[in-house]
């Protein structure tokens, strides 16, 4: 029969378990019994049956487009020499880590992996040939998740790079001055929505750039943002305040979408490096990241006398003083002095400012 989304509704349970493969993908089709229905693939020379999961849960649409990677990988595993290409490996693996993967992780091993110089078949990549590519951290553990990828899915023996420690560079140190801070204020006015406004909203909150780029709608509520496990960096699902310059510039921002910053097609913001390099065109600031922004925030805070624990608060710093027994024992939230202490970074922010509105472009 050919499965769609109505036929598959259809199907009963007629007493015992039955089979309907699709007319279109002989291999693929729907298995019917008394609590359900599931995706099955037909595979292999010995028709083994694999279960790709259970109707509703996934759609027929994702259940086909699990089916088509499996049998991909199959086919790979299963070539006389196992001499898949390593392109055609990426794609799949890239398929397959999409939906376990965060957005940002994803976005980064996506565009580590397809641009490392590894042509050819997968046995024929070498340690010399991949280490010449290697020049940032986030590199090897890329490169390094995918072999391992590989061999667990025998298509090679051994994983390249296995026993390559990553090089660290030393921890940064850059912090804006309170000129520098002017000038990239000004700049991000300059801009607008969306870069701009990141950019101020980086300066403002000392958040990560990645947990701001995913920032909704529905995360603020009464003066407070809500970050969810899920989009932050550790895991921790994050509570902070913020002061009146904030919402005077959350009021600025347009509402398109779900999200406060969108990229193509209403989605998550992600020209960071473009816009960056726009941004800093002719901008009279040494070389700087959006991270310095969350560093100077901290920084400024200490200025002001701010206590250390409740800037971690603010920046959801899982070590340090709030780290170990510390903090496991004390869950105190400090959301009135985090209050107070956005108040006063905020004034201060004003006060260098010039009590300047923000640009609502």
């Known amino acids: 029969m050919r499965l769609t989304d109505i036929a598959i509704r259809n199907l009963k349970f007629q007493g015992k378990q039955q089979k309907f493969f699709d007319d279109g993908f002989p291999q693929f089709g729907v298995r019917v019994y008394k609590s359900g229905k599931s995706f099955i693939l037909m595979y292999g020379e010995s028709r083994r049956m ?21 049998l991909a990988l199959d086919r790979g595993k299963h070539r006389p020499t196992r001499q898949m290409l390593y392109n055609d490996a990426v794609k799949i693996y890239l398929e397959e880590a999409v ?27 070498s340690r010399l040939q991949i280490k010449s590519y290697i020049q940032h951290p986030h590199t090897l553990v890329a490169m390094k998740v995918f072999f391992n990828w590989c061999v667990r ?13 990553a090089v660290y ?16 204020y000004n700049r991000a006015n300059e801009i607008g929505y969306p870069f701009g406004h990141i950019v101020l909203m980086c300066m403002f909150t000392g958040q990560r750039r990645s947990e ?15 970050i969810p496990a899920e989009v932050v960096k550790n ?14 510039f959350l009021e600025t921002i347009p509402r ?52 250390i624990h409740v800037v971690e608060k603010l920046l959801n710093h899982a070590s340090g003083s709030l780290a170990g027994v510390a903090g496991i024992y004390n869950r105190y939230s400090y959301q ?8 006063d970074y905020e004034k201060h922010l004003m006060e260098l400012f010039g009590e300047r509105p923000v640009n609502p472009k």
Not at 153 to 165: M, Q, S, T, V, Y
Request: charged fraction near 30%; include cysteine.
């Open 50 to 70: 694999k279960t790709l999961g259970r109707h509703p849960e996934i759609s027929l649409k994702q259940a086909r487009e699990k089916a088509r990677q499996f």
């Open 99 to 125: 939906s376990r993967l965060r957005p940002e992780t994803y976005r980064t091993y996506a565009y580590y992996l397809k641009n490392a110089p590894c042509a050819g078949t997968l046995r024929e990549i």
């Open 153 to 165: 899915n025998e298509l090679i023996d051994r994983n390249p790079l296995a026993g390559e420690r």
């Open 169 to 184: 560079n030393a921890p940064r140190e850059r912090i804006l001055t309170d000129n520098e801070l002017v000038l990239v």
């Open 212 to 226: 701001v780029g995913h920032l909704k709608w529905e995360y603020i509520s009464d003066d407070k943002i809500t």
């Open 235 to 248: 895991n921790r699902t994050h509570y902070f305040p913020y002061g009146p310059l904030t919402k005077q």
């Open 256 to 307: 398109t979408s779900e999200y406060l910053f969108t990229g193509r097609f209403d989605g998550v913001f992600n020209g960071y490096s473009k816009c960056k390099k726009r941004f800093d065109k002719d901008l009279d600031v040494e070389h700087y990241t959006l991270h310095d922004l969350r560093r100077t925030f901290a920084s400024t805070h200490a200025r002001l006398g701010t206590p």
């Open 336 to 343: 009135n002095e985090m209050h107070v202490a956005c108040i």
